[in-house]
Structure formats: structure tokens, C-alpha cells
């Protein structure tokens, strides 16, 4: 299959969103996070606010096949956050993105409600993760800041990669797709001497999968709710020479 990556716009939005709820239906994070009464119709909204502040203000790409039947057809997304040096100043367009995307989720709360979602176990994975990114930028928050995780591993100034999602959809899996998406930007990263970051809630089989592309266990992250819990994976990757 020849499959080609390309910077995603305005008319891949849905066939992202598609791909994205098809392939974590049976994540283990998504559904820890919603545990019941899950919105569809929400959750596309909410996807669709996210994939347009991407288009401005992150590196999200879709994967087609150009040569098929349907050469419009979504086959997988990467959403990837830009690197950002964590002694430098915020910039005003990162500020006002942050803020446009912040008024949007806003927005979509107030006439859709909360769609399912468990906000308490939503603020139990930011607290103990060691990232908390103002309303999703690559951007450490000063709360978060305080955790002993964080200054374990994001010590690099040149800031990192994060690869915030790469989902394939379920009958194009296992072509290779997943590895383009993740080379696309790892590519860049090598070249930059920068290193990438991802997080895993499924230790089979990604791990495996991500430790192939050079991915290296750093911490594991047990995010509990009342002894409910699920365990982040977070994952380095230390850029290689060319």
C-alpha cells in the first residue's frame, strides 16, 4: 500500500475524528476516562476543537492511500506537540491558541455537557502525570512543574517532541502506516538532536512496538481512582545520528 503522509487540514478534520474514535474505542485510558454514559456527538466535538488548534499550533498529520478507491479516506492521524524550550517565554500566538482553545472546550461544555467523561479522573492523570499542558499546548504548568517525575525526565532545555497520539485505523493495521506516521516526525527530531516523548495506558502490545522505533521506558505512571486505577506508560526516545 502506498501509503502517503501529509500535514493535516481543515477537510481531513473528520476523517481524523473517525479514525481517532474507531481505533480508542478499547483503549484502556478512554475508557477508565469514560467509565459510562459516553457521548459520541460530544467526543467529536471536543476532537474536532483540538484537531483545529492543531492545525495552527501543532504538527498533527494524516495518512492516505492515494492510489485506492477512496483517496480521501482517513487511514491513520498523528498528533504530535512541537518541542518547547522550557527556560524560554511563551510566545503570543502559542497564548492566544491556548486561550481560543480554552473558550472552545468552554463552549462545547456548556451546550453538551460533560459527554460522559469523569472530570475527577481526568484531573487524577494530569496531577500524577508530570505533564499538565495549558489547555493542551506543549507547555509545562507550574503546578505540574512541582513533580518529582518531571524533573526526572523532561530535563532537556531544547524541550521535546510529544507524541500526544498516533492511531491507525483497525482494518488498515499492521501495514506499516503507524511506523510512517511516528518516522515523520522522528525524522525531524534526529535532525534537530531532539529527543521525543509519548505516553502508553497499553503495555501490550505498544510497548514493544514503540521500544522497536528506538522508544525506551522512563517511568510508569498508576493513576488510581478509589482502586480503580489503569498505568501510563512514558516512553524516551533519544534522537540518532544520520
Request: aromatic share 14%; hydrophobic share 40%; with cysteine.
Amino acid at each position: 500500500m502506498p501509503v502517503e503522509i501529509s500535514r493535516m487540514v481543515e477537510g481531513d478534520i473528520d476523517g481524523a475524528v473517525d479514525c481517532i474514535q474507531k481505533a480508542f474505542a478499547e483503549d484502556p485510558y478512554f475508557a477508565w476516562v469514560f467509565p459510562e454514559n459516553f457521548s459520541p456527538v460530544r467526543n467529536r466535538v471536543s476532537l474536532g476543537i483540538r484537531c483545529r488548534w492543531g492545525l495552527e499550533h501543532a504538527l498533527f498529520y494524516v495518512a492516505k492511500d492515494p492510489s485506492s478507491s477512496t483517496p480521501a479516506l482517513v487511514l491513520g492521524v498523528a498528533c504530535w506537540l512541537s518541542p518547547t524550550s522550557l527556560s524560554a517565554p511563551q510566545s503570543w500566538k502559542s497564548w492566544l491558541g491556548d486561550w481560543s482553545l480554552w473558550f472552545n472546550q468552554l463552549w462545547m461544555n456548556s451546550v453538551y455537557g460533560s459527554g460522559g467523561l469523569n472530570r475527577r479522573r481526568y484531573y487524577i492523570w494530569f496531577v500524577s502525570g508530570m505533564y499538565q499542558y495549558c489547555a493542551g499546548s506543549n507547555r509545562i504548568s507550574r503546578k505540574a512543574a512541582q513533580s518529582d517525575a518531571q524533573h526526572q525526565l523532561w530535563t532537556d532545555d531544547q524541550g521535546y517532541y510529544f507524541c500526544n497520539i498516533v492511531t491507525v485505523l483497525p482494518e488498515a493495521q499492521g501495514m506499516g502506516i503507524g511506523k510512517e506516521l511516528f518516522g515523520v516526525v522522528m525524522r525531524q527530531a534526529d535532525a534537530e538532536g531532539r529527543k521525543c516523548y509519548l505516553e502508553s495506558s497499553r503495555a501490550e502490545p505498544n510497548m514493544a512496538i514503540y521500544q522497536k522505533m528506538g522508544f525506551e521506558l522512563a517511568k510508569e505512571m498508576k493513576c488510581d481512582d478509589q482502586g480503580e486505577a489503569i498505568t501510563l506508560y512514558c516512553m524516551m526516545r533519544d534522537p540518532r545520528p544520520n
